[in-house]
């Protein structure tokens, strides 16, 4: 693909210079990938190609470019163009002549992620799990990912969700986001092993092994998840909850019945909060460290929770009506839970009855999983037995 070429994918090239620099290499891991291989005539040719321009670019440095030096081509959009190379190569048919690639015309491809490398990241995943106990920062990426959806819009990816939109720097420094770039950086390794797998199934497959791992419910999960491909597609600011809104109830009724879920979703899925710590560093809430959390595992500090702030279980629940420990969080959006009829019935049941919690928890993280998520194949894709009703909920310990 000449140089002229590159500069006439216009519009999409312009994109190029917006993509920050910290977002490239993720992008970047990607460009062999896209699980498009199969409807990409010669892919391998055209990256090493575009590799092949970028030497020359480097040893010549000069040339044409719009009265441009290659080396400023190199330093201005060559850089990003490898950021954005995923998208020519999932938004676009490649043809070879003589060859040499190019290409042709836009069409809008669906990512179908690899099963059998769907199950190799998901062993890779738990290696990381054990190896960097990051079981709570991986949850919440996925959560954070899927819940941007706004049910109001048909439009995909304009609706928000599971879309893998929040590998994009863009997205990361939402504020809700701050720290979630560590999530992106452990998962990076998993990508480029198990090219053939979409970042949206990625970041679900990451928080639902999790889950499982630290001892919580086996998640019906499915898969086939389809990416957006470039920064632009990325959602505003602001659908994300905050933690100490005026009125705690109505923030969350609010931002959840936009995505569609109800009362005992809400309550649900806060059960989340079993797992992790909260570090004012980046969310400004929490103490910079407690008695649970001096120690880690991983990185020390923050403040938890609970105090086996790696172990699902329900203690959060427990742990959030008792208020007794001073070392354990509990933000406004927690204590809501036990003070709001509506959510109170369920707040109550699950402090008490842990086998109700994993049931219900399975279900609305499933639900979440798939918020706004546009599959392929359109029935999605199960890597382990598809679950029937009766063994749907099933504790994975
Ligand atoms: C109900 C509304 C929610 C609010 C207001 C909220 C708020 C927060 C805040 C402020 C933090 C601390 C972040 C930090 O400082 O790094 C946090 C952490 C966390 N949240 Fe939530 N959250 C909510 C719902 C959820 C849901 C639905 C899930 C998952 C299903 C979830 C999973 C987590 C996890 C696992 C952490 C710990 C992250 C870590 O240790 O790195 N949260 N949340």
Known sequence: MAMSSVMGLGCALQRLAVVPKASVSMVESSLSSS?????LSDATTLGSHVRRRRRSSVSSAKGSGGGRSHLQLLQSEFVPLMGIRRKIFSGASVTTV????SVVGVVRSMVSSDPE????AREEIKKVL???FCHPILIRLGWHDAGTYDKSVAEWPKRGGANGSLRFSIELDHAANAGLIGAIKLLEPVKEKFPNISYADLFQLASAT????????????????RDTSGPEECINEGNLPSAGPPSPASHL???????????QDIVALSGAHTLG???PERSGWGKPVTKYTKDGPGAPGGQSWTREWLRFDNS???DIKEKRDQELLVLPTDAVLFEDPGFKQFAEKYAVDEATFFKDYAESHAKLSELGSEFSPPEGIYIDKKPSTAEKFVSST
Do not use: C, H, T
């Open 277 to 279: 710590r909260s570090r």
């Open 98 to 101: 003589r060859g040499r690639s």
């Open 117 to 120: 490398q769907l199950r190799g």
């Open 130 to 132: 054990a190896e960097k």
């Open 210 to 225: 999790a889950i499982e791992d630290a001892g919580g419910p086996k998640i019906p999960m499915r898969y086939g998840r």
């Open 35 to 39: 699980g498009f291989g199969a409807q």
């Open 316 to 318: 959060y629940f427990r």
């Open 253 to 263: 009724r609010q931002v959840f019945y936009r995505m569609g879920l109800n009362d």
